[in-house]
C-alpha cells in the first residue's frame, strides 16, 4: 500500500534586522518548546498577504515593528509532527523594539551580526538564506 502524500503548508516568516553602526544585525527568537534559536514564521492568516502575515508574526513572537520588504527574499522547508512546511522569508527592517509583546513570557531574542546567527540557526536552508540577506538589505 502507498504512502498518502503530505501536503506541504504554508507559512511565511521575517529576518528582522537593523543597522547599527554601520553593521546589520539580525533578531533572532527562541522557540516555544526547544529553545532552539529561529526567525519569527507562522502559519499565513486567512485574509492577509504574506507579508502582513509574517510581520503580524514579528509582533506577536519577537515584539518587533517595521514595515515589511513585499519581495521575498527567500524560502525553506522543515518537518514537524508529520506535516511538511515551507516558509516563505521577507525583510522587516526594524523600526521599533517592544518591551512588552504577546509571546514575551515564552521567548528570548538575541541581536547578532548575520555570521553569528547563521551559526546559531539550525536549518541549513535557513543559514543560507541569513548569509544571502546581507546583499538585500539597504544600509
Given amino acids: 500500500m502507498s504512502q498518502k502524500p503530505n501536503k506541504v503548508l504554508k507559512q511565511s516568516g521575517v529576518i528582522p534586522y537593523r543597522v547599527k553602526d ?5 533578531l533572532l527568537i527562541t522557540t516555544r518548546k526547544s529553545q ?3 526567525i519569527p514564521k507562522g502559519g499565513v492568516c486567512k485574509g492577509m498577504s504574506p507579508y502582513d502575515s509574517a510581520a503580524k508574526e514579528a509582533w506577536e513572537e519577537a515584539g518587533v515593528v517595521g514595515q515589511v520588504n ?5 524560502a525553506y522547508k522543515y518537518r514537524k509532527g508529520g506535516n511538511i512546511y515551507q516558509v516563505n522569508l521577507f525583510l522587516l527592517p526594524v523600526d521599533t523594539v517592544l518591551e512588552d509583546w504577546p509571546e514575551a513570557m515564552h521567548r528570548e531574542r ?4 548575520i555570521n553569528q546567527a547563521s551559526r546559531l540557526v539550525k536549518k541549513t536552508s535557513l543559514k543560507r ?3 544571502t ?7
Fill in 22 to 26: 554601520g553593521k546589520v544585525e539580525i
Fill in 36 to 38: 532552539s534559536w529561529v
Fill in 70 to 74: 513585499n519581495e521575498k527574499i527567500g
Fill in 110 to 113: 538575541l541581536w547578532l551580526d
Fill in 129 to 131: 538564506i541569513l548569509k
Fill in 133 to 139: 540577506s546581507q546583499d538585500q538589505v539597504k544600509i
